[in-house]
Nanobody, 114 residues
Framework: QVQLVESGGGLVQAGGSLRLSCAAS????????MGWYRQAPGKQRELVAS???????NYADSVKGRFTISRDNAKNTVYLQMNRVKPEDTAVYYC????????WGQGTLVTVSS
């Protein structure tokens, strides 16, 4: 099994920056890709960004050019650097890992004030 622990959420003003971290432990060698989803109040969960073991990345159109996903293999950690944040980025952000199943973190709240 894989355990995911997120950190870095909080309150940020519009136009500011925030970095989320997701530390993986357990059967990390079985992970094929990791990334972030988010869920805003009253909305469905949506993919924000993902990164594969080959470092291929994918972003939602709404965050392209503002958010960057990266990984530190030595620390078994994936990061989401969020720049020029907007109020519509307010959501609970969930880290995920793809193995033969999907593992999820507990979520971290990001609130962007206008």
């Amino acid at each position: 099994q894989v355990q995911l622990v997120e950190s870095g959420g909080g309150l940020v003003q519009a136009g500011g920056s925030l970095r989320l971290s997701c530390a993986a432990s357990g059967s990390i060698f079985s992970i094929n890709a990791m990334g972030w989803y988010r869920q805003a109040p009253g909305k469905q969960r949506e993919l924000v960004a993902s990164i594969t073991n080959g470092d291929s990345t994918n972003y939602a159109d709404s965050v392209k050019g503002r958010f960057t996903i990266s990984r530190d293999n030595a620390k078994n950690t994936v990061y989401l650097q969020m720049n020029r944040v907007k109020p519509e980025d307010t959501a609970v952000y969930y880290c995920f890992a793809l193995l033969s199943y999907a593992a999820w973190g507990q979520g971290t709240l990001v609130t962007v004030s206008s």
